[in-house]
């Protein structure tokens, strides 16, 4: 069974950083994509950013030339770097993967690590 833990989260000042961590135990599949995602209170959940199996990355606009996504592969870790942080990056941010077991399409979340940015 796949699981996924982020930490890394936490109480920072506008203009900060944090580094979430997203590590991937208890099991094995072809992951295609790790992904990102935050919800804010009262909003929908999008997608921050990703990564995926060839390297390609991707960033919602609101977050680039801030955020940095990056993995260790020998850790089973997916990173992101978060600079310049303000209170609109207020959020839980949870740790996505996608991929296959065999033939099957499979994905799995994190269980969220929150992020709050005082002004």
């Known amino acids: 069974q796949v699981q996924l833990a982020e930490s890394g989260g936490g109480l920072v000042q506008a203009g900060g950083s944090l580094r979430l961590s997203c590590t991937n135990s208890?099991?094995?599949?072809?992951?295609?994509?790790i992904k990102w995602y935050r919800q804010a209170p009262g909003k929908q959940r999008e997608l921050v950013a990703g990564?995926?199996?060839?390297?390609?990355?991707n960033y919602d606009d609101s977050v680039k030339g801030r955020f940095t996504i990056s993995r260790d592969n020998a850790k089973n870790t997916v990173y992101l770097q978060m600079n310049s942080l303000t209170p609109e990056d207020t959020a839980v941010y949870y740790c996505?993967?996608?991929?296959?077991?065999?033939?099957?399409?499979?994905?799995?979340w994190g269980q969220g690590t929150q992020v709050t940015v005082s002004s």
């Open positions: 990564i995926r199996t060839g390297g390609s990355t």
């Open positions: 208890g099991g094995t599949f072809s992951i295609t994509a």
């Open positions: 996505y993967a996608e991929g296959y077991s065999g033939l099957a399409y499979r994905y799995y």
